[in-house]
Antibody
Framework: EVQLLESGGGFVQPGGSLRLSCAAS????????MSWVRQAPGKGLEWVSG????????YYADSVKGRFTISRDKSRKTLFLQMNSLRDDDTAVYYC??????????????WGQGTQVIVSS | QSALTQPASVSGSPGQSITISCTGT?????????VSWYQHHPGKAPKLIVY???KRPSGVSNRFSGSKSGNTASLTISGLQAEDEADYYC??????????FGGGTKLTVL
């Protein structure tokens, strides 16, 4: 059974940093692309970033480019999102999502339960 | 990177069929066969119900079906059931090497 468990969310002031983690199990981690998707309070889903199975292809939404960095650790079967220069509008539930294949194509064949990030002064 | 356009809400009675539209542009929906649909019950993880425009993941009911015409993708739910009441989102790959979601549609089963 595929399991994705996010952690690292919390409360941070504007301009601060957080590092989200997503521990994966139940599948061969390097065989699948992964993404982060977020949902701000009262808003819809927003794709944030994606990374291919071998980490060689990385993509970002314009809203986070230059501030967020996605990475993955094959040995730890863990996906990361380093978030710097956080802004109020980064407040959201952040979901980790597993793709259908090794390249980022279909976001979210499987999803974690999400981790809450609150950016506020 | 504009969001895809979905109706804010749709409704139907049990047993009926409903269709949710998802309108994009020739830079996303119209140019790629990478449209997916998700069911999201608030407070729970989203669930993939259609991918690559028309395909259903294993275990997803055949009451859910996807289609596309030009720059508009559609999700049809037939034989509406109470448990179908949820938010539905479309998503497409875009030529800017990004993925864009629709604004979401709230389905109410009357």
């Amino acid at each position: 059974e595929v399991q994705l468990l996010e952690s690292g969310g919390g409360f941070v002031q504007p301009g601060g940093s957080l590092r989200l983690s997503c521990a994966a199990s139940g599948f061969t981690f390097s065989d699948y692309a992964m993404s982060w998707v977020r949902q701000a309070p009262g808003k819809g889903l927003e794709w944030v970033s994606g990374i291919s199975g071998n980490g060689g292809s990385i993509y970002y939404a314009d809203s986070v480019k230059g501030r967020f960095t996605i990475s993955r650790d094959k040995s730890r079967k863990t996906l990361f999102l380093q978030m710097n220069s956080l802004r109020d509008d980064d407040t959201a539930v952040y979901y980790c999502a597993k793709d259908t294949g090794v390249m980022v194509a279909t976001i979210g064949n499987d999803w974690g339960q999400g981790t809450q990030v609150i950016v506020s002064s | 990177q504009s969001a895809l356009t979905q109706p804010a809400s749709v409704s139907g009675s049990p047993g009926q069929s409903i269709t949710i539209s998802c309108t994009g542009t020739s830079s996303d929906v119209g140019n790629y066969n990478l449209v997916s649909w998700y069911q999201h019950h608030p407070g729970k993880a989203p669930k993939l119900i259609v991918y690559e425009g028309t395909k259903r993941p294993s275990g997803v009911s055949n009451r859910f079906s996807g289609s596309k015409s030009g720059n508009t993708a559609s999700l049809t739910i037939s034989g509406l059931q109470a448990e179908d009441e949820a938010d539905y989102y479309c998503c497409s790959y875009a030529s800017t090497r990004t993925w864009v979601f629709g604004g979401g549609t709230k389905l109410t089963v009357l």
